[in-house]
């Protein structure tokens, strides 16, 4: 499978071989992973320092990045839940469970 460029009204958009979203609507973008412990601590820490008085000057940054990240902490509880509510079978849920829940306890 090869790289794929499509267009329509709102651009251009494009994804690599796997699939991956380099390009959105003619804006070049970047998708990333991150745990799930670490954005509830960059929330938690945006949430602080946003109205600190000498972040002025940086307030609609933060506030972009927090809303940002506050999407993708919103995505994975969905994605959480459609794991839970369509696993193939009860073994995989289980197991993905126990998976998630050791994670939590561990911190990670």
């Known amino acids: 499978m090869a790289a794929t460029i499509s267009h329509d009204s709102l651009g251009t958009s494009a994804f690599t071989e796997k699939n991956e979203l380099v390009m959105n609507g003619g804006q070049p973008c970047v998708f990333w992973s991150f745990r799930t412990r670490d954005l ?3 929330l938690t ?3 602080e320092v946003i109205t600190m008085e000498a972040n002025t000057s940086h307030r609609y940054y ?3 990045i927090y809303f940002s990240l506050k999407a993708a902490y919103t995505k994975h509880q969905k994605q959480h839940e459609e ?3 369509e696993a193939p079978s009860e073994e995989d849920l289980m ?3 126990a998976a998630y829940a050791a994670s939590v306890v561990a911190g990670l």
Request: aromatic share 14%; net charge negative; hydrophobic share 40%.
């Open 95 to 97: 197991e993905y469970l």
């Open 83 to 85: 794991i839970v509510t």
């Open 40 to 42: 509830e601590n960059w």
């Open 45 to 47: 820490t945006l949430e």
């Open 62 to 64: 933060l506030e972009h």
